[in-house]
């Protein structure tokens, strides 16, 4: 089972360039997440999405953008890369949250690690 | 808001001994879940166990075992008979309400080694 596909795994990135992150799952998961992991701090949330065409702000959106055409796919955008970027990038997916354990579970992919320099 | 606060950066265990990671939450919701993921140094973030915040049980998954203490607001990780491949950073995460998006939120992780 292939679970949640992240490309590429490194990628090096001049100032000002743009490049898309690529997450795909095959759990038929509704519910999709990018998070970003900056060194010894937890992962915090850049965007998410609900559904097909439904996306939505997390608590650290600017400088990223994303769609969500399919189920399986969602692409995260960096416009006009910056420094600040540098991170460890993750998307994860869940079924939609509910009363079980089995609903509210997010399953990660293995992370693309960005520099930006 | 809510807030999770995991006090050890670092912790030494000898393989075979038990350990506890612990963990703090702050959350004003009624209902929540509680998550631990394992980081290995190869970067993957993996599920470990799961708990509700009306579970009546603590949850426990193979070694792994949560230790839930609802009035105190802690959610410790307990890992028996530690093996060297247990050496990673562990994340606590909670997620307010149960139903519906809310944003899961990190820790900033807790990172254990594990010694012959």
């Known amino acids: 089972n292939a679970g949640v596909t992240q490309t590429p795994k490194f990628r090096i990135l001049k100032i000002g360039q743009s490049m898309t992150l690529q997450c795909a799952q095959d759990m038929n998961h509704n519910y999709m997440y990018w998070y970003r992991q900056d060194p010894g701090m937890g992962l915090k949330l850049i965007y998410y999405?609900?559904?097909?065409?439904?996306?939505d702000k997390g608590e650290v959106p600017n400088g990223y953008n994303v769609s969500r055409s399919t189920t399986e796919d969602f692409p995260l955008r960096l416009e006009l890369a910056a420094p600040s970027q540098t991170s460890v990038y993750f998307c994860?997916?869940?079924?939609?949250?509910?009363?079980?354990?089995?609903?509210?579970?997010?399953?990660f992919g293995a992370g693309t690690r960005l520099s930006v320099l | 808001a809510q807030k999770i606060t995991q006090t050890q950066p670092g912790m030494f265990v000898q393989e075979k001994e038990a350990v506890t990671l612990d963990c703090t939450y702050d959350t004003s919701d009624p209902s929540y879940g509680l998550f631990w993921y394992k980081q290995p140094s190869s970067g993957e973030m993996i599920f470990l166990i799961y708990?509700?915040?009306?579970?009546?049980q603590n949850a426990t998954e193979g070694r792994y075992s949560l230790n839930f203490q609802k009035a105190r607001k802690s959610a410790n990780l307990v890992i028996s008979a530690s093996q060297l491949g247990d050496s990673a950073m562990y994340f606590c995460?909670?997620?307010?309400?149960?139903?519906?998006?809310?944003?899961?939120?990190f820790g900033k992780g807790t990172m254990l080694l594990v010694s012959p």
């Open positions: 995460a909670m997620r307010p309400g149960i139903s519906g998006y809310s944003t899961l939120t």
């Open positions: 999405s609900v559904g097909a065409g439904i996306t």
């Open positions: 708990q509700g915040s009306y579970d009546q």
């Open positions: 994860a997916s869940s079924l939609s949250p509910g009363q079980g354990a089995r609903e509210n579970i997010q399953y």
